[in-house]
T-cell receptor
Framework: KNEVEQSPQNLTAQEGEFITINCSYS?????LHWLQQHPGGGIVSLFM???GKKKHGRLIATINIQEKHSSLHITASHPRDSAVYIC????????????FGKGTRLHILP | EAQVTQNPRYLITVTGKKLTVTCSQN?????MSWYRQDPGLGLRQIYY???????DKGDVPEGYKVSRKEKRNFPLILESPSPNQTSLYFC??????????FGDGTRLSIL
């Protein structure tokens, strides 16, 4: 079992819909990262959070440390949000070692 | 401009021919790391470095070497590449405990 699990694996939605991608982890962590990988392959770091909530534009990331769960939300989704979203966690006792989820492929239809 | 630069972006080569993928960052980051990305397996860490002359194995280090002689450079070396090392490779860097900056990726095909 992967130590970082994402759901869903694939998600197709209509433009404008509210999107939620979930990440659950079984290891102790100091913080959790959300990454975005566009069809061209480049990877961008969206958020790094260790508690509560962070917001950037239409993207919101939340984390519940006790429940070992994080969510990435996209409001008013747009076709340009189509990408693979990856959560990643540095190990609690090994911040230098990174564990990745397998990603959620999001496709927003116009 | 702050960036992580990988070279080459694409490479097709043959089994056994030594190759090096370079990675350079201009942000004075201590931490650098190499990942490979394969369909169905996601990103996996190959090697990482906490600082100059400090490197450590990630989850899939077999068949790879790295060095960190200077803070800005972290090359990935495949001494004797094999077809199972065909993959998309990413280099990343950060200040310790901060979000990572990723390079654009290197697509390697080993025939």
């Amino acid at each position: 079992k992967n130590e970082v699990e994402q759901s869903p694996q694939n998600l197709t939605a209509q433009e404008g819909e509210f999107i939620t991608i979930n990440c659950s982890y079984s290891v102790g962590i100091s913080a959790l990262h959300w990454l975005q990988q566009h069809p061209g392959g480049g990877i961008v770091s969206l958020f790094m959070l260790s508690s509560g909530k962070k917001k950037h534009g239409r993207l919101i990331a939340t984390i519940n440390i006790q429940e070992k769960h994080s969510s990435l939300h996209i409001t008013a989704s747009h076709p340009r949000d189509s990408a693979v979203y990856i959560c990643a966690a540095p190990h609690m006792n090994r911040d230098d070692k990174i564990i990745f989820g397998k990603g959620t492929r999001l496709h927003i239809l116009p | 401009e702050a960036q992580v630069t990988q070279n080459p972006r694409y490479l097709i080569t043959v089994t056994g021919k030594k190759l090096t993928v370079t990675c350079s960052q201009n942000m004075n980051h201590e931490y650098m790391s190499w990942y490979r990305q394969d369909p169905g397996l996601g990103l996996r860490q190959i090697y990482y470095s906490m600082n100059v002359e400090v490197t450590d194995k990630g989850d899939v280090p077999e068949g790879y070497k790295v060095s960190r002689k200077e803070k800005r450079n972290f090359p990935l070396i495949l001494e004797s590449p094999s077809p199972n090392q065909t993959s998309l490779y990413f280099c990343a860097s950060s200040f310790f405990g901060q979000p990572q900056h990723f390079g654009d990726g290197t697509r390697l095909s080993i025939l």
